[in-house]
């Protein structure tokens, strides 16, 4: 009795461990179409077989293309879709296979770029405005100077006529307040000037009030 149970024992261990070693599988293959579904062969019948109707197929793709394909591959791959896809009077839908581990350091390395450019950049703009904020409006050849250097530079043309104006609203407060306080001189002056002669007039009237009496 107990060899009968201790085999029945291990029958149903087996059996359960082997539902368990199919139910994995079972999983992993869905998991992972990408390695167990799809093939270069495959790919390469997709393409040559495809027509306008059957073009939205390659998205189904994009897993394996991302994870699988090397750069040469990726890039043939690419290249043939769009050129079928402009034959068709389609486009490849943007962003596709964007994520590619084939183009992961050239996209790492465009980040890079992009990121000292938008540096340099930023740099030059306030370059740039510190180099405005120097130079009188009416300094022609110094204002188109620093403009060049700040356009060879990079800087969005947008950005480089908000400084410009920016400065050229500076300046024009700049000269209303000087004009303004030159006005209230002119007129300060004026006024002691006026305060002077009034005073002057009234000592020599009352001089000649003093001579008469």
């Known amino acids: 009795v107990d060899q009968r149970s201790m085999t029945m024992g291990s029958s149903s261990t087996q059996l359960k461990m082997l539902v368990l070693a199919m139910v994995l599988s079972s999983a992993w293959a869905l998991s992972t179409p990408a390695t167990k579904s799809f093939t270069r062969v495959k790919l390469n019948k997709l393409m040559r ?7 939205e ?10 994870t699988e394909a090397g750069s ?22 943007p962003g596709f296979c964007a994520n590619a ?9 465009q980040a890079a770029y992009e990121e000292e450019k938008k540096d340099k950049i930023a740099a030059a703009l306030a370059e740039a405005k510190e ?21 060879a530079a990079g800087v969005d043309e947008a ?24 006005k209230a001189a002119e007129e300060e002056a004026a006024k002691a000037k006026a305060e002077e002669e009034a005073k002057a007039k009234a000592e020599e009237e009352a001089k000649a009030k003093a001579e008469e009496e």
Do not use: C
């Open 159 to 182: 950005e480089l006529e908000a400084a410009v104006n920016a400065k050229k609203a500076l300046d024009d407060e700049k000269k209303k307040a000087e004009e303004e306080a030159a």
């Open 131 to 151: 180099t405005l904020a120097a130079v009188a409006m009416d300094d022609l050849d110094a204002l188109d100077a620093a403009i060049a250097a700040a356009t």
């Open 72 to 93: 040469a591959v990726l890039a043939k791959t690419l290249k043939r879709l769009d050129h079928k896809a402009k034959s068709f009077g389609l486009e490849v839908r």
């Open 49 to 55: 077989s495809m027509d306008k109707e059957s073009f």
């Open 101 to 109: 581990k084939a183009t992961a350091k050239r996209r790492s390395q």
């Open 57 to 66: 197929q390659i998205y189904e793709w994009e897993p394996f293309l991302e």
